[in-house]
């Protein structure tokens, strides 16, 4: 096992590099973009005076590299400032919304995966025949109707005409976790629907591709069920593209739903970070920037070690 | 009729008629729709404002970024919030009369000059802190000194001195302004402790409800003020919440499903359709805020006036209030005053569309042929980027070739608005003739977003500011209107209605020229049945 | 050729039909794509016949209705397929073609190449989409070729992670194992044996990104990076009118049921192809 572990402890550190490289090109993008934090607070109502006292307040006047490095030297020792446009502690807001994101994304990934793997499965076991076309047909169109318009039409059918669940997925603190549960059913929902047919596909396309190997012969002829020469003997030997559209599925759960968030008004990391940018908050969008570039980088670094873990010549190189 | 009105105003008292069948006969009596929104407030008023309940409101318009500071508000959520806590010297109210907030009464000097606020007796912030002058003069000073990072700092300008006497704060201004309580009563000046230089995101305020938690770009609560100045005749709910909900078809979900009482900015192509579902009403009213397209007087080829005239002409109102507003809204004459205004001249003809006009025009001005630029985006106003699309085909009946760019949301204010010389805007309006000229058309003006610069235009502006007659001002607003119409940068095709829907359960709701629900007071007014 | 099962047969059909139309756009539509014909979201001749329109409307000239601004819907997504098809093939081809080539090479090569190149990826997708899209086109013209070049080196970056962990489990294959060996160069290898035994999941994977390009265009020009008014893509057709949905107006309905039909369409054709090359491997088929 030894080489896993070195490894992962070589990734690591390569990953710590990889944010800081991040979290430059992020703040390189931000100062390219045009205008600043001043102008965008004030918006329509800025005058040159307003603009500058807001400006020379905020400390946009210091050369850039400074405030990078200054964000950078605070952020090395967890202080991660506070938001340019409301003065709040970015630490703290971005606790809040990270853990509501979470909680929808870990919903609906705990939803999602195994449904679409037993679905592929499903798919794979009677291929050609009609559980295959019609898992194929039914995921592939929820994947392509745009996201915020399946969640319109559940929540015009499921909220305003049944109403099972609430429109407004809006959750807090002081509810218990089935009443929060309740609140981001139509979300989940939607979620699920958008990220279904992917890995769906992925699982059934990656068994097919080993289905033609010799062990599966050998299998079959051992007097296996066609479930149990898929499930033990095919699924091992395909799960490296399967884990991979899984992980970046994740990740797209993770940082990716503002049109969800938007639509539900579920108070999440997407809309965050889309606020901030449109104000260029520079020391928020740094740190969601930060946070979302870890999410990547940690989940790919998943992907490749389960890879190597399913595959014997990869555990065991020569 | 009166008969039947009092009859079915009876009926409504207690609680045997709903607003949509109180309407519907009044309508077929012959009673305009306005005059019979009234009466059923009256009606509804008359069986007396239930206590208690909880009120939700809706609103399109927030961010994660929002603030309780009033200085740098500038969308509507943060707004809608500031008016449950906090409270400026004076209001505009319905009518476009002026009433007494903080300050309980007030007068100007004979020239207009010094203008005198004398501070209501007794009254308290939150904190239970009593408000002085002094509390009024700090918070003039935080939006109007030399640091101020104030979005109202362009709207009071010209103060020459501030002074407290007595129970009194004075105010003397450089030039003599007959309209100054109008801009004192700006959404920014709120009256705050020390005028929030201390604690400018405090929250702390002498309005109706108290903040009590606050999610940015999520929801605020509040609660009853139970030490609230108006006493119990206003504020009826215990809490009232602002929540931020800024796609369409989400907000008329929420208020289909209950989630809300009352929510802003229903699309106009899809008001007709809500008003069929039950339990709710759309409502809307006639608003000074305008949609526009605005061109750089000082910037080829704009600064041919020629040119201008054939865009002017080439722009189809009548489709526009058709298509973009759905009929929610009144077609524009170029220039930013409509009757909504007092002193507006309803004589000045309407200009219309007239491609032969156009193609006259175009050809005059010289023109190359090259494409005219026509920059927008889906946030300049809703609808924009249609209405640019409308405006392009239009153009191109009259052979003025007209090219659509649509630029992102992000930064469309900062990189567009006021620096591309042909662009798509937004004008909110404002609550007097003088305001509105002096914020974007007067030669020095910050916002003076076309460019336009003249002296005659200038003096006739101050001119007017201090004069106090009537019918001479009027005179002078009708000149300035032509002037701006004819010579201008501005195209004017649409002013927009302020469109609400609003939960039956809701009563007393009337709404008000100044902004959606009620100019966002519709939670100290109205109650629930 | 003669074995093509039916399902592949529609596939091929409606995706052909669909690519047609798209080429001949000016032909086929009976309006010009800006032009305003009628009233807002006036109903078509197709719910007239069948009784289904609101009460009032008695005739109609549109087949699909009019859109928001009372543009005839069906030219519009005549030409909108037009944008939408090309752009999104073009971006898919891009990146199918950086992608694989890049991870099958990384794969091959190993050691601190792919360490590069796969620690670069990551790089890349850490950076929010929203900003890199914002950063092109502050500092880039808004044109097309921009917006397939964007949506190709993005999703290319997805590609590439699944090309690499498909292709790092081929090498270590005895067959591959056997083609060093014998002394092939590394494009043989990467081409002659990588190829063809990773070509499943990949074709699968080409047929999702496809309709991911579909919808991503309309994401883009909505930024403002790309299609610009009056031109359309279906995307955008969609939210133009989406407020409509939920009374029951088809303006926004139909588009997407058109990019379901071109998704459904274009995967059914990759299954067959899906097909054809597991047997290429020479298998039992």
Redesign the interface.
Known sequence: MHPIIILVAQRLA?STL?LI??SA??FA??M????DV?????????????LA??RE?LGLNDPPLTRYFDWLFGALQGDLGT?L????DIAE?IG??MSNTLFLAFWAAIISVPLAIMLGLIAVRYK?RWPD?LI??VT??S????E??IG??L??FI??KL?WF???A?IGDHMSLLQKLQAIALPVMVLTLVVL??MM??T???I??V???AYI?TAELKGLTGFQVIARHAFPNAI??I???VM?NL?YLV??VVVIE????Y?GMG?????????R?VPV?QA??LI???V??GL?MV??IV?ILA?P??RH?K | MNEQITHMAGQVTAGKMTRREFMGKAAALGVSAAMASTMFADAARAAGPVKGGTFKMGVQGGESTNTQDPALWSSDVPIAGGQQWGETLVEVNGKGELEGLVAESWEGSADAKTWRFKVRQGIEFSNGKTVTPEDIMRTMERHTNEDSQSGALGIVQGIESMRVDGDTFEVTMEIGNADLPYLLADYHLKIQPDGGFDDPNSAVGTGPYVLESDEPGVRMQFVRNPNYWGGDAFAHYDSVEVITLNDATARTAALQSGQVDIINRVEPKIAQLLDRAPNLSVQNVSGRGHYVFIMHVDTAPFDANELRLALKYAINREEMVDKILRGYGGIGNDMPINAAYPLFDDSIPQREYDPAKAAEHYKKSGHDGSPIILRTADGAFPGAVDAAALFQQTAQAAGIPLEVKREPNDGYWSEVWNVQPFCASYWSGRPVQDQMYATAYLSTADWNDTRFKRPEFDEMLLAARSELDDAKRKEIYSKMGMMVRDEGGLILPMFNDFIDAVSNEVQGYVPDPNGAMMYWYASKFTWKA | MKNIPISALIGLFLTALYFLMALFAPLIAPYGMAQVVGDVWEPSKIEIMLGIAPAGFTESNFWLGTDNIGRDLLSRMIYGGRTTIFIATAATILSFVTGSVLGFFAAVMGGWVDQVLSRFVDLIMSIPTLIFALVVLSVMPVTVPILIVVMGLLDSTRVYRLARAVAVDITVMDYVEAARLRGEKNGWIIFREILPNALSPLVAEMGLRFIFAVLFVSTLSFLGLGVQPPEADWGGIVKENKEGIVYGIPAALLPAVAIATLAISVNLVADWVLNRTTSLKGGRG
């Open positions: 390569l990889l490289a991040a090109l992020i993008g931000t390219i973009l045009p205008g001043a102008q965008s607070i004030l918006g329509q109502s800025a005058t040159p005076e307003s006292n807001l307040e938001a446009t409301n003065g709040r807001s809040q919304r050609d076309k194929s047909a592939l169109a994947i392509s109707i745009p915020f318009l319109y039409l929540m015009y909220a305003v109403g609430p429109s407004v809006m047919a992917h596909r992925m059934r396309a990656a097919l591709n289905m033609q190997s012969e490296a593209p884990v991979n559209v970046l990740a940082v990716g938007v639509v539900f008004v108070p809309q965050y970070l889309v606020d901030h940018v449109a104000k908050d969008v969601c920037g979302f570039a870890a990547y980088i790919n992907a490749d890879s595959n010549r990869l190189p």
